[in-house]
């Protein structure tokens, strides 16, 4: 019988298997348990605490098929059950379970109850030293560009995505009477970017006394920074609970447009939410939200596309000037793959990173990135 180990060497083992899968090359062929085969096209990103080890992660089957998901490691398959994953919606994207011990027949199951293949990383010969990268077109296209058509494309992409939240809204609001049982969790679950965003957004819809389903784990004792962040909301959703969260930032958005952006923080930031939140909140939810409604409700007033008291073009000019946001994962992720010299200037290009990333760039289908394609 093995010898159990200690949660140190356990831990040093799955760190090993994180260096051998790191080590392999494009196009390594991976056996699964089940007998079928896998190419690897892309090891993904390193994960964080929370959530899988490995992110976005693209495979490719026998007929040249790409799939896209995430990947966990274990010394053990039967590693995935002892954890717990097969409770945890945030491993519900994993599509592959790379172990070093396959000691279960049957592949391991998510909670949405999907069945993940299972790779030994065993069955394949670790690669010596450190593999070159492939060149990904966009490496090839980004450094050819000047700094002034570098930044246009991502204003490009930013317009692009701001208009992606808008028609996402719009859809949603068609099928709701009242704007902020909408508003307000997604309002929630932007509190939550960067961290569980899942659990901030059902936490929402709590405080709304609406009922739902709290994703697992839920910690009975929040960190500090999230505690503070829901009591902030609380406080907001008691204020709006006479005056509604619409109509107070419609009302705001009425403002001479100078005025306008401190005048929306201050609705966050008298409630102990940081400006820096605040500024995510207003680029991701509340602009885009108040573009929505302007063209459910207002498109008499987008005749006249210079007119810049629409409350769509208001919006616009407003995110297309924000400031830049604090760096997170993705933009850092996306200046590494460009090769950028530092991540472009102002909310509207970062967001323009985010755009490529979540349009192509994560599953890398080059062929169709805006940004391989500029010149």
Known sequence: MDKPLLLCERHSVEQELAKHWWSLPQGTRLLLQDGSIYHLHFAGYIGTSAGPDVRDIVLKD???SPLYGDAEFH????DWY???HQDDIRYNRVILHIVQVCDLAEPVQRQDGQHIPTCSLADIPQQPGTQHSPLWPCQQTIPQLSREEQHRLFRTAGLLRFEQRVQHFIEQLREQEDYDTLLIPAIAESLGYGRDRQMFRALGHVLLQQQTRIPYPASEHPAQLDQQRLQGLQHLIVQWQESGAWAQFASVLEQPFARLRSSLRQIFCQEGISQTRADIIICNVILPFAGA????EQQEQLNNLDDLHSLYNRVEMLYSEYPGLVSNHITRRMRRQLRL?????GACQQQGLHYIYRETCQQKRCEECI?????
């Open 62 to 64: 026998v007929t040249g």
């Open 75 to 78: 010394l053990r398959a039967s």
């Open 82 to 84: 002892a954890h717990r």
């Open 293 to 296: 409604v302007a063209l459910l």
């Open 341 to 345: 010299s530092a991540e472009p200037i």
């Open 371 to 375: 940004a391989s394609k500029y010149l």
